[in-house]
């Protein structure tokens, strides 16, 4: 037993509990319209070729496989997600050793990965299979890159590469990582570099050239275009990239008014912190390339979403550079180790604490979009074909995934499909309507008007159900 990991070991151990909480939360907000969702549509092709502003294939598959059992969503989700955040430690892991980093700092580069804050809007979302196995294949082809030799090299790199992108379209940015990678750790000289950016590029151009040679379906989302060009959302993600990469506080206890607990929250924060000042305050660091080659690439594994949309499900895509960071800075703290142990063990608390309120909070919030399904499904009596849904603004304020209004658990009614086998209503259109004193009243006004168009109307009100017809 001596010659065990106490490290590895806990994460072996610990993995069931996790993927059984993981488990037991349900659909929410967009997971509820994701292409991996039980689809039955029989073109299939609009869906497995680009579709709106990107092209997800696997996700497209995915959403065929569950719809030969609906039961499967979201489950077989979940099980697939976790597996491939296990399947990047595991690389993590493998990756550190490669480089030569001493034991404690793999250890702490392995956990820090596994365990982060920044995993929880990966892990506990069931739309998050894109995330997870983009990353998982980016950072492979920076482990084969450095392992294999020759042809196979190149051909696990060109592999690798599109199975990230065909996951999800910001994988294309380890088309170049991998050799800066090598540079960065004296791996290859930078005249080869230079020759191997050459080739990564080109890989990148033969998936452009394809991309734009499929044809396309196009889907207007206003909400996402603006996102796009607005300023306020590239700081907020920004901010919500650099805070949930590096700092393992409870935001949730902090930022969420109904949960705010202000004490858990700094806690945490003066936890987590006291770990990162002590690795970072690190002056001969500085004076090295290994330390700004690895920031560099953490920006360019990031940038696509920092360019575009930085959710916090989207930090995670750069998470596994930032572990290999962590165990760059805590292989060349030369000073006291059992210290370091300690404050990483203070880091690792927060994390826990953290960590466990994001899945209560998910989970809970959650459970809505069934129980509300089903009473919607009752008080319907009978399948119906054209259905509208009046929501009625929840009060409760989100928070990201984790804390999610009653409109959105529910997927602003799509979660009926989950209790009807996906068989009806064939046609959902919805609207939300501000929460004010007289909504109540204005929502029926609303259904009496439309009803004749639809086979009947839904007013949703938190957890109480109208049904017009």
């Excluded at 999800?168 to 380890?174: A, F």
């Excluded at 080659?293 to 979403?305: D, E, G, K, R």
């Excluded at 919805?430 to 168009?453: C, H, N, S, Y």
Aim: with cysteine; glycine share 4%.
């Amino acid at each position: 037993m001596r010659n065990k990991n106490p490290y590895i070991l806990g994460i072996i151990i610990s993995a069931p509990f996790i993927l059984w909480a993981i488990l037991l939360i349900l659909p929410t907000f967009d997971d509820w319209t994701t292409l991996s969702m039980p689809n039955y549509a029989l073109d299939y092709q609009t869906y497995i070729f680009p579709l709106g502003m990107t092209w997800r294939p696997f996700d497209a598959i995915m959403g065929y496989v569950n719809a030969i059992d609906y039961h499967l969503y979201p489950t077989l989700n979940h099980v697939l997600i976790f597996m491939a955040h296990m399947g990047s430690t595991f690389v993590i892991y493998k990756l550190t050793e490669v480089l030569e980093f001493n034991k404690t700092s793999r250890n702490i580069a392995t956990l820090f990965f596994y365990i982060s804050p920044c995993t929880m809007g990966t892990i506990l979302s069931c739309d998050a299979l894109n995330q997870s196995y983009s990353h998982l294949w980016g950072i492979l082809s920076v482990f084969l890159y450095l392992t294999i030799n020759g042809k196979k090299k190149y051909i696990a790199w060109v592999v690798c590469t599109y199975m990230s992108v065909l996951s999800k379209d910001n994988g294309l940015v380890w088309a170049i990582v991998p050799p800066i990678m090598a540079l960065t750790f004296d791996k290859i000289d930078k005249k080869t570099c230079r020759k191997e950016l050459v080739f990564g590029f080109a890989i990148a151009l033969s998936y452009c050239i394809v991309r734009f040679s499929l044809p396309y379906t196009y889907i207007k989302n206003g909400s996402y275009e603006e996102d796009v060009v607005s300023i306020h959302s590239r700081i907020k993600g920004l901010v919500n990239w650099i805070s949930y990469t590096w700092f393992a506080a409870d935001y949730i206890s902090i930022v969420n008014k109904p949960n705010r607990n202000l004490y858990i929250g700094f806690l945490t924060i003066l936890l987590s912190c006291a770990f990162m000042v002590k690795i970072w305050w690190n002056k001969t660091i500085w004076h090295h390339k290994q330390i700004w080659l690895l920031i560099a690439v953490l920006f360019i594994v990031a940038s696509p979403h920092l360019l575009i949309s930085m959710s916090i499900m989207n930090a995670y895509s750069s998470l596994g550079i930032a572990a290999i960071i962590i165990g760059y800075l805590c292989h060349k703290y030369q000073k006291n180790k059992p210290q370091l142990q300690t404050l990483f063990f203070l880091y690792l608390t927060a994390a826990i604490i953290t960590d466990v309120h994001h899945w209560y909070m998910a989970w809970q919030t959650s459970l809505p979009s069934k129980s509300i399904a089903e009473e919607i499904v009752r008080k319907t009596e009978k399948p119906v074909n054209k259905v509208y849904c009046i929501l009625i603004r929840d009060d409760m304020p989100k928070f990201s995934s984790f804390c999610v209004p009653t409109e959105e658990a529910i997927g602003w009614g799509i979660s009926v499909w989950a209790v009807t086998a996906y068989k009806w209503p064939a046609e959902i259109r919805d609207t939300t309507l501000e929460r004010t004193p007289e909504v109540q009243q204005e929502a029926r006004k609303l259904a009496q008007r439309i009803k004749k168009k639809y086979d009947c109307v839904w007013i949703i009100n938190k957890e109480n159900v109208e049904v017009i017809k």
